[in-house]
C-alpha cells in the first residue's frame, strides 16, 4: 500500500506562485510514477503533471510553460510548483501513486486563484 499526503494549497491572487507537496509513504524508487491531478466544482478530475520513476515528466497543455513537477528522493516527496497562476487553476489537487498495479490517492489539497 502507498499512503499520500498532499499540503501546500491555499488562496493566491491571480499570476502567484504557490508549491505543492505529496508525501508518500513508502520509498519513490518503487513506485511506477506520481502524478498530479485536478477537479474543479462540478468538472471530472484531470490529469495535471506526471513524473515517472525513471524521471520522465509531462504535463497538460493547459499548464505547459507555468507548473513543473520534481522529486526529491530523499524524501519520499514530489512537488508541484506552481507560477502564472490562473482564476480557472481554481480546483482541489490530489496526488496519485500507481504501485504494483493499483492507484492510490491522497486527499486532496485546495488552491484558490482569485481574479
Known amino acids: 500500500q502507498v499512503q499520500l499526503v498532499e499540503s501546500g494549497g491555499g488562496l493566491v491572487q491571480a499570476g502567484g506562485s504557490l508549491r505543492l507537496s505529496c508525501a508518500a509513504s513508502?520509498?519513490?524508487?518503487?513506485?511506477?510514477?506520481i502524478t498530479w491531478h485536478r477537479q474543479a466544482p462540478g468538472k471530472q478530475r484531470a490529469l495535471v503533471a506526471t513524473i515517472t520513476s525513471g524521471g520522465n515528466r509531462d504535463y497538460a497543455d493547459s499548464v505547459k510553460g507555468r507548473f513543473s513537477i520534481s522529486r526529491d528522493n530523499a524524501k519520499n516527496t514530489v512537488y508541484l510548483q506552481m507560477n502564472s497562476l490562473k482564476p480557472e487553476d481554481t480546483a482541489v489537487y490530489y496526488c496519485n501513486a500507481y504501485y504494483r498495479q493499483r492507484d492510490y490517492w491522497g486527499q486532496g489539497t485546495q488552491v484558490t486563484v482569485s481574479s
Open positions: 513508502r520509498s519513490l524508487v518503487s513506485i511506477n510514477a
